[in-house]
């Protein structure tokens, strides 16, 4: 395993961390012991799976970059694409959904879309670089 992909995945792995905390949260939700709306709650749990999932897909991704002969941006976005993806859409559900009583997403609703196209164009890089290596 290369130095990059060790750090990296160190990394993830301790913000897996972060989502098992997070869950505590969403267990406080769905026990009503936390005031949210219906909405707040649906874009809680969207947040919460779609952090636990990109992590470890961008784990995965660790072992796999190390397979391509990529380089510069193309290595960057086949290594960190879907990592920082991780961090981007399910902010953009926790950050849109935020505020007492909220039933609509607010502007920062973007993350989410930006950690999508992040998402299709670092699996994309991945995916052509482990086919032509």
């Not at 709306?37 to 660790?62: D, M, N, S, W, Y």
């Not at 039933?103 to 196209?117: C, E, R, S, Y």
Request: proline share 2%; hydrophobic share 55%; net charge positive.
């Amino acid at each position: 395993m290369s130095d990059e992909s060790r750090i990296l995945a160190g990394i993830l792995l301790l913000s897996l961390v972060t989502v098992e905390t997070g869950g505590l949260y969403l267990l406080k939700v769905v026990r009503g012991k936390a005031e949210v709306t219906p909405f707040q709650e649906k874009f809680a749990r969207a947040g919460h799976a779609h952090a636990a999932v990109l992590l470890l897909l961008a784990l995965i991704c660790q072992v796999y970059a190390d397979a391509t002969s990529q380089t510069g941006v193309l290595d960057w976005l086949s290594r960190s694409g879907v990592a920082v993806a991780a961090l981007l859409m399910p902010g953009g559900f926790f950050f849109s959904s935020m505020g007492a009583g909220r039933t609509q997403p607010n502007k920062l609703i973007w993350m989410v879309f930006a950690g999508a196209v992040l998402l299709a164009v670092g699996l994309t890089s991945l995916g052509i670089g482990l086919l032509v290596a």
